[in-house]
Nanobody, 121 residues
Framework: QVHVVESGGGLVQAGGSLRLSCAAS????????MGWYRQAPGKQREWVAT???????DYADSVKGRFTISRDNAKNTAFLQMNSLKPEDTAVYYC???????????????WGKGTPVTVSS
């Protein structure tokens, strides 16, 4: 089993910055992909950014140029640096870690419980 914990959320004014952290622990052989997702009130959960074990990144159009995803493979940790925050970025941000307990096992994604981000006008 894998435990995923997000941290770093909070209240920030528009134009400000936050850095979120996602730490994965447990039976982990490797984490192929780590991703950030968010869910605003009354909306579906949406993908924000992903990063592979090799460092390849991808971003949703809504956050390109403002958010940066990174990871520390040795610590099984991912980060989301959020700059130039907008009120529409307000959401609960969730981390997903796609992991294998060993090389032969299927890849399973594990979710954290989320960390709330509120951006005020």
């Amino acid at each position: 089993q894998v435990h995923v914990v997000e941290s770093g959320g909070g209240l920030v004014q528009a134009g400000g910055s936050l850095r979120l952290s996602c730490a994965a622990s447990g039976s982990i052989f490797s984490i192929n992909v780590m991703g950030w997702y968010r869910q605003a009130p009354g909306k579906q959960r949406e993908w924000v950014a992903t990063i592979t074990s090799g460092g390849t990144t991808d971003y949703a159009d809504s956050v390109k140029g403002r958010f940066t995803i990174s990871r520390d493979n040795a610590k099984n940790t991912a980060f989301l640096q959020m700059n130039s925050l907008k009120p529409e970025d307000t959401a609960v941000y969730y981390c997903n870690a796609a992991t294998q307990p060993d090389d032969a096992a299927p890849i399973i994604g594990y979710w954290g419980k989320g960390t709330p981000v509120t951006v005020s006008s």
